[in-house]
């Protein structure tokens, strides 16, 4: 099977930056697209950015101008790069992938979260 996994979350001041990785492993013929969801206590997941196999992006309007998201095909990695953190980017972050196992088995996979902490 295929397992997902996010590093690179932490604490960090207002202003500050971070690196999120979401890290692909196991039985893996194709990555589809990848995507960059967040959740806060109390709040609904929302979509925060993501990547298509062709290498478009897209950004939700909160992070437009401060996150960046980009992949390294041979590691089977995805970067969410983010810039200028507020304290409102506080929540725990997930990957989700779509990711082909064989030519005939596409299956969508959700990784257990790193925690991103903005705060003073």
């Not at 971070?18 to 997941?45: E, M, T």
Request: proline fraction near 2%; hydrophobic fraction near 30%; charged fraction near 15%.
């Amino acid at each position: 099977q295929v397992q997902l996994v996010e590093s690179g979350g932490g604490l960090v001041q207002p202003g500050g930056s971070l690196r999120l990785s979401c890290a692909a492993s196991g039985r893996i013929f194709s990555i589809n697209h990848v995507d960059w969801y967040r959740q806060a206590p109390g709040k609904q997941r929302e979509l925060v950015a993501g990547i298509l196999t062709s290498g478009n992006t897209y950004y939700a309007d909160s992070v437009k101008g401060r996150f960046t998201v980009s992949r390294d095909n041979a590691k089977n990695t995805v970067y969410l790069q983010m810039n200028s953190l507020k304290p409102e980017d506080t929540a725990v972050y997930y990957c989700n992938a779509g990711v082909s196992e064989t030519r005939n088995l596409v299956n969508n996979y959700w990784g257990q979260g790193t925690q991103v902490t903005v705060s003073s």
